[in-house]
């Protein structure tokens, strides 16, 4: 065994002090030394994850850029349609000259008059629809009881100060 100081400070206080720790050396059976052949088995073993790792990275690099290239083409083939509608815009003609404002008006007064005179149908076609609630007569209310009297719990009331041993 080895007797080793190592300083360590206490919090709140700026002094060092010293503490004791004991290294204890290594006991009980040391590790069994792997032999020549297990060594090259393992070698072998770590050979063959390595390829195996570099092959399985090869052949993710190959379908990422075939499908890269694939979608390129895709992109390519969109753009070619998007480009082939493209027509001259179609000519057109100037805008009429605005009408007369009373002129509008009259025409606006005339479709509001035609537009009133179709509610008012629909209104009465409505009502014939609605079947008419029929009427019943009130029914005579009973007049209420008057209630009933109350308990009457304390009979004679009794006067606390009149014996000095009724607290």
Same mark, same amino acid.
């Given at each position: 065994m080895v007797e080793l100081y190592k300083p360590f400070r206490y919090k709140g206080s700026? =002094?060092?002090?010293?503490? =004791?720790?004991?290294k204890n050396e290594k006991t009980g059976k040391p590790k069994r030394k792997l032999s020549k052949k297990q060594k090259e088995h393992l070698d072998k073993v770590r050979a063959k994850a390595i390829e195996a790792c570099k092959q399985k990275k090869r052949d993710r690099l190959e379908v990422e850029a075939r499908v890269k290239a694939e979608l390129k083409e895709r992109k390519k083939k969109e753009r070619v349609k998007k480009e082939k509608p493209k027509t001259p815009p179609p000519e057109t003609s100037p805008a009429p000259a605005p009408r007369h404002p009373e002129e509008e008006f009259g025409n606006f007064m005339a479709h509001m008059e035609r537009f009133e005179k179709m509610r008012h149908e629909y209104n009465l076609a409505q009502q014939k629809l609605k079947p008419k609630p029929t009427i019943n007569p009130p029914k005579p209310q009973q007049k209420p009881q008057p209630p009933t009297p109350a308990i009457n719990i304390i009979s004679q009331p009794t006067n606390p100060y009149t014996s000095a041993f009724n607290w």
């Amino acid at each position: 065994m080895v007797e080793l100081y190592k300083p360590f400070r206490y919090k709140g206080s700026g =002094v060092y002090k010293m503490s =004791v720790y004991v290294k204890n050396e290594k006991t009980g059976k040391p590790k069994r030394k792997l032999s020549k052949k297990q060594k090259e088995h393992l070698d072998k073993v770590r050979a063959k994850a390595i390829e195996a790792c570099k092959q399985k990275k090869r052949d993710r690099l190959e379908v990422e850029a075939r499908v890269k290239a694939e979608l390129k083409e895709r992109k390519k083939k969109e753009r070619v349609k998007k480009e082939k509608p493209k027509t001259p815009p179609p000519e057109t003609s100037p805008a009429p000259a605005p009408r007369h404002p009373e002129e509008e008006f009259g025409n606006f007064m005339a479709h509001m008059e035609r537009f009133e005179k179709m509610r008012h149908e629909y209104n009465l076609a409505q009502q014939k629809l609605k079947p008419k609630p029929t009427i019943n007569p009130p029914k005579p209310q009973q007049k209420p009881q008057p209630p009933t009297p109350a308990i009457n719990i304390i009979s004679q009331p009794t006067n606390p100060y009149t014996s000095a041993f009724n607290w």
